[in-house]
């Protein structure tokens, strides 16, 4: 009953598109990048003169930049058509990350790309079915299903400018103040951009796909001797 009642809710909700982008980024930042964010503060943790200042403004640049790539790819027509799914696909990063400690870069996805299926079927148990449904599937159902409340097409371009100048001024602060801290850290582990979901793994994956798939094999000759 208690469940009906909270499902009733739930389908009476209505948010905004920026809202919804909103909450989705979050979520990201929050839930699929916490390897990310684990390993960049045990990075700068190493550091021997670290700026505990510095060290928090680390979330919310992640925020930031995900703010920004997300506002880019939120139109109407696309807004769910795009997120459903990359919920799903980065809940699967997710897994293999938090629990393998595995980095979805190029040679990983040529190895996704070959694994055959019964190879796939050994990663099938139990906490993969727990964590891919709890951080996978639910949240996917929510966006699915959310309403979302839009605004006239101008209206709608304006709302979601104002969202991406958010995300950018967010971002533009936090580097005028600590650009220096970050190149100090990133120079010194330029593996923790693999460990960012979703970018690392759909960068991947363009890059497999293309050159597996639209780029023809070079074609080698025999030079005269």
Wanted: charged share 15%.
């Amino acid at each position: 009953m208690m469940l009906q009642k909270l499902k009733q809710k739930f389908l009476q909700l209505e948010i905004t598109a920026n809202q919804l982008i909103l909450f989705i980024t979050l979520y990201f930042v929050i839930v699929f990048n916490e390897p990310f964010l684990a390993r960049t503060i045990e990075a700068i943790l190493k550091l021997e003169q670290h700026n505990n200042i510095f060290m928090l403004t680390v979330p919310f640049l992640l925020l930031s930049l995900l703010l920004i790539i997300f506002s880019l790819f939120s139109a109407k027509p696309i807004l769910k058509l795009i997120f459903v799914p990359l919920i799903l696909i980065s809940s699967l990063v997710y897994f293999g990350t938090s629990t393998y400690g595995v980095v979805f870069d190029y040679s990983m996805m040529v190895n996704v790309i070959e694994t055959d299926n019964s190879e796939a079927l050994t990663y099938l148990n139990l906490q993969f079915i727990a964590i891919f449904f709890t951080t996978g599937v639910i949240p996917a159902l929510a966006v699915a299903f959310v309403k979302v409340r839009y605004q006239p097409f101008f209206k709608e371009i304006l709302q979601r400018l104002k969202l991406f100048a958010v995300g950018f001024g967010l971002f533009f602060i936090i580097a005028y103040f600590f650009y220096s801290n970050y190149a100090a850290v990133g120079r010194n582990n330029k593996d923790l951009k693999k460990y960012i979901v979703p970018t690392q793994a759909l960068d991947s994956s363009y890059k497999v796909i293309r050159d597996h798939y639209f780029t023809e094999p070079l074609v080698f000759k025999t030079l005269d001797s």
